[in-house]
């Protein structure tokens, strides 16, 4: 992350329900990530780790409570200064007709190939295997939607956009799914090197992508029913 900034992320007895919606599918959830940690949320299919992670960014407000970036409610954010603090990987990743280039810069300024940051960001996420394998390598050109990569090659060069970006939080929801154990490992170990300062918040299935974390929040049907390091949970 940047220097002399920080990235503190609180819930404070939030709990969400979705707009028309009747049931809540969040109650009252509190945890703080302090800068440089990392959290996992770990919990079955339907807990609410995806909805937890969504109220950061604001896809969603939540219907009670609070949820803070450095003790000020996100929603005293412009939607400007949002968006630089987050580095957010979707469980799907998401890629525009362009070139490898213009998916990683993406939102920032086109980059020429050379970019030096650009390909680390590339290198930390495990890609530049697969991108210099590619005739037009950082230039190559990506279909709508990344139809033209594998799921895993997909979720890399999306994980690369955030690192590229530089923000004070992470937010991975589920980002390490499609890449195989070895993949995984080695791409979470070098990004732990590269981006100590930043806070990162991880929703994952396996056990072995979140066994480092700095905490664990287990949910359960939109509670924390556990929360501590592997060792103690
Ligand atoms: P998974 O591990 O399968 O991704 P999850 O723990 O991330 O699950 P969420 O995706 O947060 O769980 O879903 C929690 C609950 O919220 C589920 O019951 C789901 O059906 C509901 N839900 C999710 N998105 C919406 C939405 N946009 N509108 C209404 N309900 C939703």
Do not use: C, W
């Amino acid at each position: 992350g940047k220097a002399g900034v920080t990235g503190e992320i609180e819930f404070r007895n939030v709990s969400f329900k979705y707009p028309d919606a009747t049931d809540y599918i969040l109650h009252n959830i509190s945890f703080t990530a302090r800068k440089g940690e990392t959290v996992a949320f770990i919990g079955s299919t339907g807990s609410g780790k995806s909805t937890l992670l969504n109220l950061i960014p604001r896809f969603y407000d939540a219907t009670e409570g609070e949820v803070l970036i450095d003790g000020i409610d996100v929603k005293k954010y412009s939607q400007e200064a949002l968006r630089d603090k987050l580095g957010y990987v979707s469980q799907k990743a998401i890629l525009f007709s362009g070139t490898v280039n213009s998916n990683v810069a993406y939102g920032r300024e086109a980059m020429h190939s050379a970019d030096e940051a650009l390909k680390k960001a590339v290198e930390i996420a495990q890609g530049t295997e697969f991108v210099e394998k590619m005739e037009e390598q950082y230039e190559a050109k990506i279909a709508q939607g990344g139809t033209n990569l594998s799921g895993g090659q997909k979720q890399r060069l999306s994980i690369a956009r955030a690192i590229y970006k530089n923000p004070e939080v992470y937010l991975f929801d589920d980002s390490f799914s499609a890449l195989d154990y070895k993949t995984d490992r080695v791409l979470r170990s070098m990004l732990k090197k590269e981006i100590k300062d930043a806070t990162t918040l991880i929703v994952a299935q396996r056990i072995g992508t979140i066994k480092d974390a700095d905490r664990i929040v287990v949910l359960d049907d939109g509670k924390i029913v556990g929360m501590g390091t592997h060792q103690e949970l």
